[in-house]
């Protein structure tokens, strides 16, 4: 996708992401190309491999058609050797476009190989895009060093500063202030939404989309349904996504004899599992204090439960808690199995408080939509 006699303005987003079998776990990075996309702006999409080595998915976009990619130096590299071999794979890709108006770097790592092609001439602009942050991101204490002077590097030389939570972008303003500093949360396109939104709710239901990791606190919410099952007999639970802890929750749910309640619907395509989210009443989005990150994240399956209607029920562990709380577009808490089970049993048991949950959860979707908030801050840039 060359685009040395453009008509149109060209962008670029790169990003690490987890891989399920042959596709990229949906992310911040997929929403700004689906936006993109619907405003027909070309770009390209540089997918690195977060936790396997395998190559570099490049999925290349413009009005008429889309075009995939596999590039790789770094196959055969373990862990973090892999890096700079990523960095020159997207360098090397920005040169062979020619002039890129905009280049998007989700976390430092890829905004620095934004930061080198710009200073080569051939960006005009990057953003570094914080998908994630941790005072502690690694238990090695050098690594830890390092990667927080690759982060310092990234936020000095970029042109503006986008972070997926509140949290992120207050920590931000400490750190520098003389950059356009702003959220831009993990919030989906509220108009792609509204194909799969459903007015047929299956009555005392719950999902969970996410994958099998000690992430979130699948034990505590399997006991949660076991227990809320002696009132409600028909009560239901869908997990969407696979993982490593699936086996040991399937064989949990068999103890409990939960088969009739729980729906392990696996890996699914991000349209299949949008499609099964809005049949639903209520999301959970309950994370476990597993890693030092969560703190600053932004839950994109909480937003994209509240664009469909449903009222989320989350944990304080995780940004997001902050906007559900002021839009009281769900019930925010400090997560224990009695106290799930009671805030799961009042909705369940009082319609008046589900519809004004739920009326909350579409208004803040729709104040967060991802395309009123690009339209403000990313197209100024071209």
């Known amino acids: 996708m060359k685009n040395k006699t453009k008509t149109k303005p060209f962008i670029i987003i790169a990003t690490h992401a987890v891989f399920v079998g042959n596709d990229a776990v949906f992310g911040p990075g997929h929403a700004v190309s689906a936006y993109l996309s619907n405003e027909s702006i070309p770009h390209s999409y540089i997918i690195h491999s977060l936790y396997d080595a395998r190559p570099t998915l490049i999925v290349e976009k413009n009005t008429k058609q889309e075009r995939i990619l596999k590039k790789s130096f770094s196959k055969i590299l373990p862990g973090h050797l892999r890096y700079p071999f990523e960095i020159l794979t997207t360098i090397l890709y920005i040169?062979?476009?020619?002039?890129?108006?905009?280049?998007?770097?989700?976390?430092?790592?890829?905004?620095?190989?934004?930061?080198?092609?710009?200073?080569?001439?051939?960006?005009?602009?990057?953003?570094?895009?914080?998908?994630?942050?941790?005072?502690?991101?690694?238990?090695?204490?050098?690594?830890?060093s390092i990667y927080h002077a690759i982060d310092r590097f990234a936020l000095k030389n970029s042109d503006e500063i986008w972070n997926v939570s509140s949290?992120?972008?207050?920590?931000?303003?400490?750190?520098?202030?003389?950059?356009?500093?702003?959220?831009?949360?993990?919030?989906?396109?509220?108009?792609?939404?509204?194909?799969?939104?459903?007015?047929?709710?299956?009555?005392?239901?719950?999902?969970?989309?996410?994958?099998?990791?000690?992430?979130?606190?699948?034990?505590?919410?399997?006991?949660?349904?076991?227990?809320?099952?002696?009132?409600?007999?028909?009560?239901?639970?869908?997990?969407?996504?696979?993982?490593p802890k699936e086996e040991a929750i399937r064989k949990q749910v068999a103890k409990e004899h939960l088969e009739t309640n729980v729906i392990f619907h696996g890996f699914k395509t991000h349209e299949e599992a949008m499609k099964i989210v809005a049949v639903h009443q209520i999301g959970l989005a309950l994370y476990a204090n597993q890693f030092s990150w969560t703190e600053f994240g932004d839950s994109l399956k909480a937003r994209e439960y509240l664009a469909l209607g449903l009222p989320v029920l989350i944990n304080d562990h995780i940004s997001t808690t902050d906007d559900i709380t002021k839009y009281n577009a769900g019930i925010a808490f400090k997560l224990t199995k009695k106290k799930l089970v009671q805030i799961i049993d009042t909705i369940f048991s009082d319609s008046k408080i589900y519809s004004k949950l739920s009326s909350n959860a579409t208004k803040m979707a729709k104040e967060n939509d991802l395309k009123i908030l690009l339209d403000l801050h990313l197209k100024p840039l071209l």
Do not use: C
């Open 95 to 144: 040169i062979g476009q020619g002039d890129v108006d905009v280049f998007i770097g989700l976390n430092p790592l890829n905004t620095i190989a934004g930061i080198i092609a710009k200073n080569m001439g051939h960006v005009k602009k990057v953003v570094f895009y914080t998908a994630d942050y941790a005072h502690k991101r690694f238990d090695n204490s050098f690594l830890n």
């Open 167 to 243: 949290r992120i972008t207050e920590l931000r303003k400490k750190q520098i202030s003389n950059k356009k500093n702003i959220t831009i949360p993990n919030t989906p396109v509220f108009e792609n939404m509204t194909q799969y939104t459903s007015s047929k709710k299956k009555n005392h239901s719950l999902v969970v989309m996410a994958n099998f990791t000690p992430a979130i606190e699948y034990e505590l919410i399997v006991e949660a349904i076991a227990e809320l099952k002696k009132k409600y007999s028909d009560i239901f639970i869908s997990f969407i996504g696979s993982g």
